[in-house]
């Protein structure tokens, strides 16, 4: 079995054994304690363990981690909850990244347990939106099509919703 | 006062007694009707129950299911009982010839005392006055005059006869699977003049985009089917060979899972051949080969669910061991499901199933995926060349975009 490896937020990790039936949500928090990726459903259904995975063609996805094995993110280059906000050079996170910014603004969450699954998703969108705007009266379907999969169970998705939407619209060049 | 009350005796006992008769009735043709699955195909996404406007995608365009429900104007209500048995067993319709998407070439054999009891049933529900939709079928089969040819040829007028050496139990299944289960109008290939092929009944067939599996007793065997598990997957949708999928699961949610359990034993007793219970064999799991490439795509996109070992978690996924779906030649359904996922499942508040994401797998990876499925949990014994995974692909994803338009 070939040892695992990955950049996870910039950092290459180190190399380690480990078994195929390790699912990749569990090797976050287990292995690399990087616990922020939340274990909802753990069947698929809810997306709240979504993590980023950046392609060598320059394209990104939302993956998630419940139900997908560590080893199939081998040499993959991934973002995580952990790897948006800036930080400062005790590690400590100084600044949120603009969707963090707007969920937290608009309280557009409770509990939370949804929360990285909704940012990673909405960042990548904003992403989307940055190499190919769309045109404003699109962009609420726009929106809805692309949190569709994402369940929470405490704030209705209004919030979120509107969070997203105002940011979108207050950033020059996101919409036509 | 005692005249008065035995005049009152006279005058009302018929009538309590043709109430409760009609009303026997009523209950007869409306656990018929369940059966038949009359519901599921007259009524529409959001419309009227039993007020029609169902779509059937035929080769030839749509036709769309009419309104059955006891209104005069817009539905059969002013039906004979004639013209509803023309309706049932000849597909005549007051209006002219049906389209043999009314599955007339199965009803034909319901008996006449069931028809009485549907009868009875249907002129019992409420009417709706949900207008009927026109079909959208193409020249010349828009032609309904063509459908009294077509009937000569492919309908019979028989009436169904038990097979004399079979026992009760089995000729009650026949009775119900080939009338008013109507089985083999998805199980049972067509030929070319879209008829049932009698010569390879329920031998399984491709409907609409997904294989309506074999239901011939010789397959469900050799896929180690018992009695018990049939009853399973008809009554709830699953069982230790698997559950059912796509157009079955509303069958089984507004039909088989109201069959009786006598009448469910009384099917599978018919598909089985046989009366007694069949030996149970274990679930097949043969062990994992971890050299084989196909080892790490199962371990890396299956076993969160379905188990490291193919024994799936009670109520959410279905086991792989021993999982009929898998056990076939052709495994087109375990394509079709891997490459559109499943949609939630539920039957009841206690019964339901968690969905299946897609997978967009390289054929490489798919033809790894495939091989290992079914080496390790049937005894099957096959290999797919990449060129045969290829073209089983094409089928499936063909048969998807017909099925859509
Ligand atoms: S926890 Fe992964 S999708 Fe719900
Ligand atoms: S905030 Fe609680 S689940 Fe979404």
Aim: charged letters at 25%.
């Amino acid at each position: 079995m070939p040892k695992l490896t990955m950049t996870i937020n910039n950092k290459q990790i180190e190399p380690m054994e480990i078994s195929e039936e390790i699912m990749m949500i569990e090797y976050l928090h287990e292995y690399l304690n990087l616990t922020g990726t939340k274990f909802g459903c753990g069947q698929g259904e809810c997306s709240a363990c979504e993590i980023i995975v950046d392609h060598k063609d320059g394209t990104s996805e939302s993956v998630k981690t419940c139900i997908n094995s560590a080893l199939t993110f081998q040499g993959k280059k991934i973002r995580t909850i952990e790897g948006h906000a800036k930080k400062n050079a005790k590690g400590y996170a100084v600044k949120l990244n603009p969707v963090q910014e707007a969920f937290a603004k608009q309280f557009s969450f409770q509990c939370g347990w949804c929360t990285p699954g909704f940012t990673n998703r909405a960042t990548l969108l904003l992403e989307e939106l940055e190499k190919n705007p769309i045109k404003k009266e699109d962009l609420r379907t726009h929106i809805s099509e692309h949190l569709n999969s994402h369940l929470c169970r405490c704030t209705g998705y209004v919030k979120y919703f509107k969070a997203l939407e105002d940011l979108i619209l207050s950033k020059k060049g996101l919409t036509l | 006062m005692k005249k008065l009350t035995i005049l009152w005796t006279i005058f009302l006992f018929p009538l309590v007694v043709c109430a409760s008769k009609d009303t026997t009735l009523i209950k007869k043709g409306e656990y018929l009707s369940k059966i038949a699955d009359c519901f599921a195909c007259h009524t529409a996404d959001k419309g009227e129950p039993y007020g029609g406007g169902v779509p059937f995608i035929t080769p030839f365009g749509n036709v769309y299911s009419t309104n059955i429900s006891s209104d005069k104007k817009a539905g059969i209500g002013s039906y004979t009982y004639e013209e509803f048995y023309d309706a049932l067993h000849k597909g005549i319709g007051k209006h002219g010839n049906l389209y043999p998407a009314m599955p007339f070439t199965s009803f034909y054999l319901i008996t006449d005392e069931d028809t009485k009891a549907l009868y009875a049933y249907m002129m019992s529900i409420k009417p709706v006055s949900q207008k009927n939709r026109d079909n959208e079928i193409s020249f010349p089969f828009n032609i309904r005059a063509g459908l009294k040819t077509w009937n000569l040829v492919n309908l019979s007028n028989e009436k169904f006869v038990p097979e004399e050496d079979k026992s009760e139990k089995y000729n009650r299944g026949n009775y119900l699977i080939n009338s008013l289960g109507h089985c083999g109008e998805c199980h049972t290939p067509r030929n070319s003049m879209m008829a049932m092929d009698k010569k390879r009944k329920l031998e399984g067939n491709l409907i609409v985009g997904y294989v309506a599996p074999s239901l011939q007793s010789v397959e469900l065997r050799r896929q180690e089917w018992t009695l018990k598990d049939l009853v399973s997957v008809m009554k709830n949708g699953y069982s230790r060979r698997g559950t059912v999928l796509g157009h079955m699961t509303p069958i089984i949610y507004h039909s088989l899972s109201n069959v009786s359990h006598e009448d469910l034993e009384a099917m599978a007793s018919y598909l089985l051949d046989s009366d007694e219970e069949v030996e149970t064999k274990a679930l097949t799991f043969n062990g994992h080969d971890k050299k084989d490439p196909g080892y790490l795509l199962y371990t890396g996109y299956c076993t969160s669910c379905h188990g490291i070992n193919g024994e799936g978690i009670p109520n959410t996924t279905p086991a792989l061991a021993g999982n009929a779906t898998l056990n076939t030649k052709k495994p087109l359904n375990t394509m079709l499901t891997i490459i559109y996922g499943i949609k939630n499942e539920r039957y009841s508040q206690t019964n339901a199933f968690g969905h299946m994401p897609s997978y967009n797998f390289t054929d490489e990876e798919m033809t790894n995926l495939i091989n290992y499925l079914q080496k390790t949990f049937t005894n099957i014994g096959i290999k797919h060349s990449l060129e045969e995974i290829q073209a089983f692909k094409e089928e499936v994803i063909k048969g998807m975009e017909n099925a859509e338009h």
